[in-house]
């Protein structure tokens, strides 16, 4: 079974910029969360869809929104980015039909988003 | 509100053993613990469940304790394939919270 995909891996990005990630699940996840790692603060959550609703939404910004496709696969885009925005963002895909919170999370590689 | 790991790194040399806390402010319903060694994802390790339900690896073990809101990781006998970076993430019925993490460092 394919694991969970991320694309871009890189992006550069100036500020004031939008962009948008995108993520493949595993085959039959429905759940898609998406989260952010910096050093500084370590990894954290953003928001999570399921049957294309955004079930839960982290302490973000209004510039961090997303979406989820009806095949699961899910978008997130940051919208007039800042320095701070730089990072790693992950996004974990779980179990069919179930609570992301109560079934193992499989995470992609990543994308790392550098803004200038 | 992140939780809060202690210690924030630890060195060990191979076989000796190491406990990794997790602290919370909120009630908890669970408690994740992941692995992530450097430049790759996190991985899944364990999940622990209210009323002492526990899913993951044979090899790790780990306590959640719910009145306190705290949960703990066990590493024994440490090989050098556990070094990385530990995260836990409570589960507060609002979704996964993680924290900065806990860097271990195995060595020969």
């Known amino acids: 079974k394919a694991g969970v995909t991320q694309t871009p891996r890189y992006l550069i990005k100036t500020r004031g910029q939008q962009v948008t990630l995108s993520c493949s699940p595993i085959?039959?996840?429905?759940?898609v969360s998406w989260y952010q790692q910096t050093p500084g603060q370590g990894l954290q959550f953003l928001f999570e869809?399921?049957?294309?609703?955004?079930?839960n939404k982290g302490n973000f910004p209004g510039r961090f929104s997303g979406r989820q496709f009806s095949n699961s696969r899910s978008e997130m885009n940051v919208s007039t980015l800042e320095l701070g925005d730089s990072a790693l963002y992950l996004c974990?895909?779980?179990?069919?039909?179930?609570?992301?919170?109560?079934?193992?999370?499989?995470f992609g590689p990543g994308t790392r988003l550098t803004v200038l | 509100q992140q939780p809060v790991q202690s210690p924030q790194a630890v060195i060990l040399r191979e076989g000796e053993d190491a406990v990794i806390n997790c602290s919370s402010s909120?009630?908890?319903?669970?408690v994740h613990w992941y692995r992530q060694k450097h430049g790759e994802a996190p991985v899944f390790l364990m999940i622990l469940l209210k009323g002492g339900e526990q899913k993951g690896h044979d090899k790790i073990s780990a306590s959640f304790n719910e009145k306190k809101q705290q949960s703990s990781l066990y590493l024994t006998a440490s090989q050098l394939s556990y070094s990385g970076t530990y995260f836990c993430g409570p589960n507060s019925g609002y979704a996964l919270n993680f924290g900065k993490g806990t860097s271990l460092l195995v060595t020969p």
């Open positions: 974990a895909s779980s179990s069919p039909g179930a609570l992301a919170e109560y079934n193992e999370q499989f």
């Open positions: 909120k009630a908890l319903y669970s």
């Open positions: 085959s039959g996840h429905r759940s």
């Open positions: 869809y399921f049957s294309e609703t955004q079930r």
